[in-house]
Nanobody, 129 residues
């Protein structure tokens, strides 16, 4: 059974930075496409960024382009989300999700969140002064 555990959330000031981590309990992480999603209070869940199995392809929502960076270390079975220049509107619960042996594009993975097979419990990021 696949398990994902997010960590690194917390309170940061606007303009600050935060790095989230996702530990994936699988035999071989190379078999899974990974995505970061977020849900703000009173809003629908949205795809933030997704990365292909090998890390060769990535997708970013327009709202985070140039500020967020997704990366993965398959040997360590870890996925990361580096968030810079944080804004108040980035406040949300951030979720890590996985899709095994995917043939979809990373954009479709993020746009169609329901297609992801496994989800973590989330970590809260609060951006406030």
């Amino acid at each position: 059974q696949v398990q994902l555990v997010e960590s690194g959330g917390g309170l940061v000031q606007p303009g600050g930075s935060l790095r989230l981590s996702c530990a994936v309990s699988v035999f071989t992480l190379d078999d899974y496409g990974i995505g970061w999603f977020r849900q703000a209070p009173g809003k629908e869940r949205e795809g933030v960024t997704c990365i292909s199995r090998s890390g060769g392809s990535t997708y970013y929502a327009d709202s985070v382009k140039g500020r967020f960076t997704i990366s993965r270390d398959n040997a360590k079975k870890m996925v990361y989300l580096q968030m810079n220049s944080l804004k108040a509107e980035d406040t949300a619960v951030y979720y890590c999700a996985a899709k095994p042996l995917h043939i979809t594009t990373v954009q479709d993975m993020c746009v169609y969140a329901y297609a992801m097979d496994y989800w973590g419990k989330g970590t809260l990021v609060t951006v406030s002064s």
